[in-house]
Structures are given as C-alpha cells and as structure tokens.
C-alpha cells in the first residue's frame, strides 16, 4: 500500500507540473511531498533499516560456519618421554641394551618428542536445533518492528501533507486578503481625486485629502506585510514539497463552496479503532509480550549439533586429515532465579503497553469529538462571517450614497470602507479554518 501511494504519487507530480513548474495544484504538492520530503525520504529509511532487521533474524535459521586456522611452535616439546622415564628399573634396563644393541644403529632416538610445532586448517559448522523459541520469536519481534516502521511512516506521512495544506491554503488566504487590499486601494485612490478636488474647491475640509492619504497609507503597508508573509509561506512550502526557492509560486486551487468539502460526523470510537495510532499501540503490546517469551526462552533448554573437519600436523610431524561430528544439549540450571524476576519485569512493562494504550485510545475518542466540535464551531463562525460581509457591503452602499449628498463626513466613509475590509478578511478567515479543519477531521475518522 505505501509502495502504491509513492507510485501513485509521482503520477501527479507528472501530471501536476505538465504546464509550469511554478504552477501548482494542492493534488501536485503532496506528491512532489510525497517525492521530495526528506522528513517522509528518513521515514522510508527506518523501514528499510527494520527489514534489514528482518533478514538478520532470519539468517539464525541457517547454520553458523566458520574456517578455523592456528598453529604453534614450543620452546621444548608439550609431550616428551623417552627410556630414563622408566620407573621400572630393569624394563629400564632391557630397553636400554635393546635400543644401544639395535636402535642406535638404526637411528632410532632414545625418546619420543610430540606437540613441538604445527599447523592446522578447518571448518566448523554448528546448526542450532532448539534454542527456547528465542529463534522464531525474534524473527516475529523483527516482523512487528518492520510493521511498526511502516505505520510510522504512514502517520509522517499524514502529518507532512497536512502541513502541505495548511500551507497552501494560508497561501491562499493571503493572496485573497491582497486582492481585498487592492482592491481597497483602488477605492481610496478614486476617493483621493475625488476628496482633492472638492477640497480645492472649498467642499471639504481641508482635513479630508489628509485622512484619505493616511488611509491608503495604511492600506500600502498592510500590502506589504501580506506580499512577505505570501513569500514567508511559499518558501515554507517550497520546503516541505521539495522545491528550490521560488520567487512566484501559481497556486490554482481555489476555496470553493463548502458542500464540496464539508466534513460528516463518524462515531468516534470506531474511528479511532481504525487509525493508524491505535495499531501501532496494538503492536507495542504486541512487542512486549514477545520480548517475553524471549526472555522465558534463555531458561529453556537449547540444543545445537554441528560438526567440523581439520587438515594439519598439530600433534604428529606428518599431516593428517580428520572429521567428527557433535551435539551439544546446555540447560540452564542457576538461570531461572534472574529470569523469574526478567519475567516480572516483562510482566510489568506488558501492563504498562497495555494502559498506555487504553489511555491514548480514550484520548483519541476526545480528539475526534473535540475535533468535530471544532468543525461545527467554525462553520458557525463562517456562518456569521457571511452575515457581518453582507451587513459591511450594505453599510458601505449606504454611507457612500449619504456621503454624495453631502450628509456625512469622509471619515465616515473611510470607517465604512475599514469595517468592510475587516469582514472581508474575516469571511476569507473563517472559510480556510473551517475547510483545514474539515479536512484534519477527515484525516482522523479516515473519511479521505
């Protein structure tokens, strides 16, 4: 399933950059996450560290063989025995006029010399036939680590593209909030033509032309603040999808209508049995419980057989080959009082997995509800944003037109103008919280 989402995901990356590759869809910018992340690229690399442990718990299935080399060379003989050893004296004797009647002459020595110098080469070769199901175990232990690393993985993964898309719709948000300011810019750049002429006319005060300066004067610098923070996020961006620095990003996707989005409400405890956290919790408990049988293994009994073959001259002068095979049966007898309190303790640290994960799965279950509550308060706050922009609109109308006859001041109408920024901003607020919470709901109940 991991391989296939990548594959799937450079797919889109393809796809996404057809056209630019400063023009970016939200589908476009978790795959080249997904791609380019280093965060996701380590998070692939402790799975791979994890199957690499795999296969070394595998290997204890199959024989141990290893080559054997040495030799030696001794100041004076290990083994050395010659006719003055003798205790008897008169075998001593006998041997004696034997060897100088008969041995000298046949340059035979007077004593036997063994172990003086030699050489050996061989192999050993040792297969365990029972070791107290540590074997077997470990292998299941390294198989949990690698499903481990891949729920990791998954969760990094999940948490990465939801950073890709808080990014991308803050991007998004500001870049609405410029087209607001611009387009409060336009406003009070006719309305300063406007409010000059009539004050060198004599209409106005001479105070007007000033406030509607000050104004656009704050409208230019709020315009900047919004350009840096877009050039702040977008380099955010660039970072989390893996892209060089760019000085424009083209982000089409746009808020939409909430119906096209909005999120349903799940039951929150079967939600949070189906998250990825909660199996990692089963398999932390998982773990223990075989770290234990692990431990109980070392008190059992372990059979090993295995055999080995040498080549060499270590106790003759002459070179012999040889071969013998073993069986080696070891029972712990003196173990079993450290493994009974090495069991305790895995008794003790199982317990432990299993309230930590009964705890973080109750904390879940307020997660989601509390998450939901979040959805349902920002849709009620997007629901008022609408009603205050509509009320703000119809306010500008109004002062606008009582303004052109001459019935209120120009700070009226600036006041009107600020009151419909402020809504227009929050409206565009409301609208991206209320869609990056959805969107964090739906990760959680898994309704993607």
């Given at each position: 399933m991991y391989k296939i989402r990548t594959f799937i995901a450079i797919l889109l990356t393809a796809a996404g950059l057809a056209l630019s590759a400063q023009t970016l869809t939200l589908d476009s910018c978790k795959a080249l996450a997904l791609q380019n992340n280093l965060t996701l690229k380590n998070a692939a690399l402790d799975v791979a560290a994890a199957q690499e442990v795999k296969k070394q718990a595998f290997t204890k299935y199959f024989p141990n063989v290893s080559a054997i080399a040495g030799g030696y060379y001794a100041a004076k003989p290990l083994f050395e025995y010659g006719i003055d050893d003798i205790e008897n004296a008169s075998a001593r004797q006998f041997l004696h006029n034997l060897y100088y009647e008969y041995g000298a002459a046949m340059g035979l020595p007077d004593r036997i010399t063994l172990c003086e110098n030699g050489v050996m080469a061989g192999a050993m070769l040792v297969q365990p036939v029972y070791m107290g199901g540590q074997i077997v175990n470990g292998n299941k232990l390294a198989k949990v680590g690698i499903e481990a690393a891949e729920l990791k993985a998954q969760l990094t993964e999940d948490q990465v593209l939801q950073q890709v898309e808080e990014y991308y719709w803050l991007i998004i948000s500001l870049e609405e909030k410029m087209k607001t300011l611009q387009q409060a810019k336009t406003f009070l750049d006719t309305l300063e033509r406007d409010v000059t002429t009539a004050s060198e006319a004599g209409l106005v005060s001479k105070n007007d032309p000033l406030k509607v300066?000050?104004?656009?004067?704050?409208?230019?610098?709020?315009?900047?603040?919004?350009?840096?923070?877009?050039?702040?996020?977008?380099?955010?961006?660039?970072?989390?999808?893996?892209?060089?620095?760019?000085?424009?990003?083209?982000?089409?996707?746009?808020?939409?209508?909430?119906?096209?989005?909005?999120?349903?409400?799940?039951?929150?405890?079967?939600?949070?049995?189906?998250?990825?956290?909660?199996?990692?919790?089963?398999?932390?408990?998982?773990?223990?419980?075989?770290?234990?049988?692990?431990?109980?293994?070392?008190?059992?009994?372990?059979?090993?057989?295995?055999?080995?073959?040498?080549?060499?001259?270590?106790?003759?002068?002459?070179?012999?080959?040889?071969?013998?095979?073993?069986?080696?049966?070891?029972?712990?007898?003196?173990?079993?009082?450290?493994?009974?309190?090495?069991?305790?303790?895995?008794?003790?640290?199982?317990?432990?997995?299993?309230?930590?994960?009964?705890?973080?799965?109750?904390?879940?279950?307020?997660?989601?509800?509390?998450?939901?509550?979040?959805?349902?308060?920002?849709?009620?706050?997007?629901?008022?944003?609408?009603?205050?922009?509509?009320?703000?609109?119809?306010?500008?109308?109004?002062?606008?037109?009582?303004?052109?006859?001459?019935l209120v001041p120009v700070s009226d109408l600036l006041e009107a103008q600020t009151l419909l920024l402020q809504a227009q901003n929050q409206r565009t607020d409301a609208l991206i919280d209320l869609k990056i919470k959805a969107e964090h709901y739906k990760t959680l109940t898994n309704a993607h």
């Open positions: 300066k000050l104004k656009w004067y704050e409208i230019h610098a709020n315009i900047e603040k919004v350009r840096n923070g877009i050039s702040l996020a977008s380099d955010a961006l660039c970072q989390l999808i893996g892209l060089e620095h760019q000085n424009s990003l083209t982000l089409t996707d746009t808020i939409g209508e909430i119906s096209a989005w909005q999120a349903q409400w799940a039951d929150p405890y079967s939600a949070v049995r189906g998250r990825k956290e909660t199996q990692l919790l089963d398999l932390q408990v998982n773990a223990e419980e075989l770290k234990k049988k692990m431990a109980l293994g070392e008190t059992l009994p372990h059979l090993t057989v295995g055999g080995t073959a040498s080549y060499g001259n270590l106790i003759f002068d002459h070179f012999t080959a040889n071969a013998l095979a073993f069986a080696t049966l070891q029972v712990p007898l003196t173990g079993w009082w450290e493994a009974s309190h090495k069991l305790k303790q895995q008794d003790i640290l199982i317990q432990k997995a299993e309230n930590e994960r009964t705890d973080l799965i109750q904390k879940m279950n307020l997660e989601t509800m509390q998450a939901w509550n979040n959805v349902d308060d920002a849709y009620n706050q997007y629901q008022l944003s609408e009603l205050a922009l509509q009320d703000a609109e119809a306010n500008l109308r109004d002062v606008k037109a009582d303004y052109n006859a001459g």
